[in-house]
């Protein structure tokens, strides 16, 4: 068993391997419930975390082969323009939908969580720690820690943004009756960034191409006004 | 060699992204600015779409897969996260639906109200040819 534990900790494969087998078991899941709840990325990270539990090996040994998948977010992003070109006169005919759109996004995240902080009565620090939570990690940890938040668990919580974004984006968009799939793409893009975005893909190529282009706008916009939120509320 | 050549033009965008980050003072990740050349080599033409078609839709199509390993790091954060889990986690629920749906709804109302302005001016062109 420890030999085991020990072949596996050493494989480059074991870390992709799992990832891969986990988001099948989750695309599985998902197609035989049809719930959405049984959200392929959900399932999956959760299934690895299962796994890393039980045979107890540690996160380093799985991310020595994972790693690799994470490299190729970056490529995979820089290809959302790809679908975005193909989008290219939806996306000028709908320029100022799309702007105003990613905007108001941002000004109704800030109230929802000034609302909760005033709520809970929580503090600065926690306000700057959760403002940059919907925007793409990269962003989102810069944002926090300039304006005086916590990293780790902005990380942490930009992480937790992305997975309840992709579970719940087909129930809200069904339920708020966002249709038009300019919308949805924007809806998506604004608030779970790149994590939702991999819905968005998969709901269409215009909702993908719109999503990814939200992504860009709301982190640049949100580099630009969380400092001025922060000034305003506190 | 097609996928090889594709592949390397989408790399290549790749790392003049992260040459931008170095060198522009901007908290802006690679990944964005690789977004934004991808989308300029494309509209001027220096790039054409068939040259990153294929290995785009792939990188596009395993992109969920992508998401696995940094979601797994959430673990590796447990020990901050344990105390603040529920409020956490209600936090980005409703923050995720409040950001959804009013960007969502208001784009769709500006989308909605642009195109019937557009259809009541067709109908008086028809109207008046009549």
């Given amino acids: 068993m420890d030999r085991l534990v020990d072949i596996i900790s050493d494989s480059l494969f074991f870390g992709?391997?799992?990832?891969?087998?986990?988001?099948?078991?989750?695309?599985?899941?998902?197609?035989?419930?049809?719930?959405?709840?049984?959200?392929?990325?959900?399932?999956?990270?959760?299934?690895?975390?299962?796994?890393?539990?039980?045979?107890?090996?540690?996160y380093d040994s799985y991310m020595n082969g994972a790693k690799y998948l994470s490299y190729l977010l970056t490529p995979a992003t820089v290809c959302l323009a790809v679908p975005l070109y193909e989008k290219l006169k939806l996306l000028r005919e709908n320029a100022a939908a799309i702007f105003l759109g990613i905007m108001s996004g941002i000004i109704a995240n800030a109230f929802t969580i000034w609302l909760i902080c005033i709520l809970f009565t929580l503090d600065e620090t926690i306000f700057a720690t959760i403002i940059p939570r919907s925007v793409t990690t990269a962003i989102g940890m810069v944002v926090s820690s300039e304006t005086g938040g916590i990293e780790n668990i902005t990380v942490a919580l930009i992480c937790i943004t992305g997975i309840v974004g992709n579970v719940i984006a087909d129930v809200v968009c069904r339920v708020f009756k966002i249709n038009h799939p300019v919308a949805k793409g924007i809806a998506i893009g604004s608030s779970s960034h790149v994590l939702g975005t991999a819905k968005a893909v998969e709901m269409g190529e215009t909702e993908g191409a719109m999503s990814g282009l939200a992504v860009a706008v709301s982190g640049i916009l949100t580099v630009i006004c969380a400092p001025l939120l922060l000034n305003m509320v506190y | 060699m097609r996928y090889v050549k594709q592949f390397s033009i989408i790399i290549m965008i790749s790392f003049a992204g992260e040459l931008l980050k170095e060198f522009l003072p901007f908290s802006v990740p690679a990944s964005i600015y690789g977004l934004a050349l991808m989308l300029l080599a494309l509209m001027t033409g220096i790039i054409r779409v068939e040259q990153v078609n294929d290995v785009s839709t792939f990188l596009l199509d395993v992109m969920p897969v992508m998401f696995i390993p940094a979601s797994v790091g959430l673990m590796e954060s447990w020990h901050v996260m344990q105390s603040i889990l529920v409020p956490a986690a209600i936090l980005c629920t409703v923050g995720t639906i409040s950001v959804m749906v009013v960007s969502g709804r208001v784009t769709q109302r500006i989308i909605m109200s642009r195109e019937k302005r557009k259809n009541q001016r067709e109908n008086k062109k028809k109207n008046k040819k009549r």
Avoid: M
């Fill in chain 1, 16 to 58: 992709l391997g799992i990832s891969i087998i986990c988001y099948f078991a989750g695309v599985f899941i998902r197609e035989r419930t049809r719930l959405a709840i049984a959200n392929p990325i959900l399932i999956g990270f959760l299934l690895v975390i299962a796994v890393l539990k039980i045979f107890d090996i540690s």
